[in-house]
């Protein structure tokens, strides 16, 4: 697939992007980082963003995981496998709904990853996330053998 990848957004405190232990890479939770700098904001559920709008955020959060991996391996094809996703989403009281809405992130990964990009993944709600996003996600990537 020809989608075109963000720039990686730096982290925006004391941490880092990735870590590479032996051939895992450990990728901090991302976030839905706009073109114009800003970020997606808003709580998912009723009287918040839609089931729609919420995938869409994930689907950003997506993207700027594979620019950080992309920044960190060079580019893409090193990835072994996608081992684990662990999404988070800033949800309404009562909303259920959170499997759903991290598909957004785990599509755009098989999308351009193939079966590379289906791993194992947990999905949860929480009551704020960071700046008032709707999503943040953080990975596991197994990295190709001989890529150290």
Same mark, same amino acid.
């Given at each position: 697939?020809?989608? !075109? *990848? ?12 990735? =870590?590479? @232990? ?8 991302? /976030? ?7 970020? +997606? %904001?808003?709580? %998912? $559920?009723? $009287?918040?963003?839609? +089931? ?10 997506? *993207? ?14 090193? @990835?072994?496998? %996608? =081992?684990?996703?662990?999404? +988070? ?18 599509? @755009?990964? %098989?999308?351009? *990853? /193939?079966?590379? /990009? ?5 999905? =949860? $709600? +929480? ?10 996600? !953080? ?6 053998? $001989?890529?150290?």
């Amino acid at each position: 697939m020809s989608t !075109e *990848l963000p720039a990686p957004r730096p982290p925006v405190g004391n941490y880092l992007a990735a =870590v590479r @232990v032996a051939d895992l890479l450990y990728l901090s939770g991302a /976030g839905p980082a706009l073109p114009d700098g800003g970020w +997606m %904001v808003g709580k %998912v $559920g009723p $009287g918040g963003l839609d +089931m729609p709008a919420a995938q869409a955020a994930a689907r950003l959060v997506g *993207l700027q995981l594979l620019a950080t991996m992309r920044a960190e391996l060079g580019d893409l094809d090193q @990835v072994e496998r %996608v =081992v684990k996703l662990f999404g +988070m989403v800033n949800c309404m009281p009562g909303f259920t709904g959170t499997p759903e809405v991290i598909d957004g992130c785990s599509d @755009v990964l %098989v999308d351009i *990853l /193939g079966e590379r /990009g289906r791993g194992a993944r947990s999905a =949860v $709600g +929480m009551a704020e996330l960071p700046f008032g996003i709707p999503v943040e996600v !953080e990975a596991v990537v197994q990295i190709r053998s $001989g890529n150290r």
